[in-house]
């Protein structure tokens, strides 16, 4: 039995009706988002885990423990960097999916409604004279 690849192709993509791409798109944008902002956790942890063994050996009583402790602090602000670089895009990705979303909802919201008119406020038909103004004789034209 032969099983059809998972992976959409381009065709496959290009063939959707316009709002499944929207959703799809969508989708994959909050996905984006959460591996970016787990992977900057991940990087965020490395960075305290060096920033720990920098300051240990900057601290210690070792010949050369201020050397070390320099070299082991590059790999921490590597790892700063890439967590900054990485909630930066996580940020990118989630704005692009709320997009999505606000696309969705705006273009396609109102075709899941049923049709059907709902009155909230409702102003009488017709002229309403005050009870001082009784006559139109005592309204003055502009």
């Excluded at 039995?1 to 959409?8: F, I, N, R, W």
């Excluded at 885990?49 to 050397?67: F, K, N, V």
């Amino acid at each position: 039995m032969t099983e059809k690849p998972s992976l959409s192709t381009a065709e496959e993509i290009a063939a959707l009706p316009e709002p499944e791409f929207l959703e799809l798109d969508r989708d994959c944008d909050r996905i984006n988002a959460e591996y970016d902002f787990k992977r900057a956790g991940i990087h965020a942890l490395g960075a305290g885990a060096y920033g720990t063994l920098a300051a240990s050996a900057m601290m210690s009583a070792a010949p050369y423990g201020a050397l070390m402790g320099t070299l082991i602090a590059i790999p921490a602000a590597v790892y700063v960097w890439d967590t900054i670089q990485d909630i930066g895009s996580g940020i990118q990705d989630a704005t692009k999916s709320a997009a999505a979303d606000t696309a969705l909802r705006v273009l396609y919201e109102h075709e899941s409604k049923q049709p059907g008119t709902v009155v909230q406020d409702a102003e009488p038909a017709g002229r309403v004279i005050d009870g001082r103004a009784t006559s139109l004789s005592q309204f003055q034209p502009l």
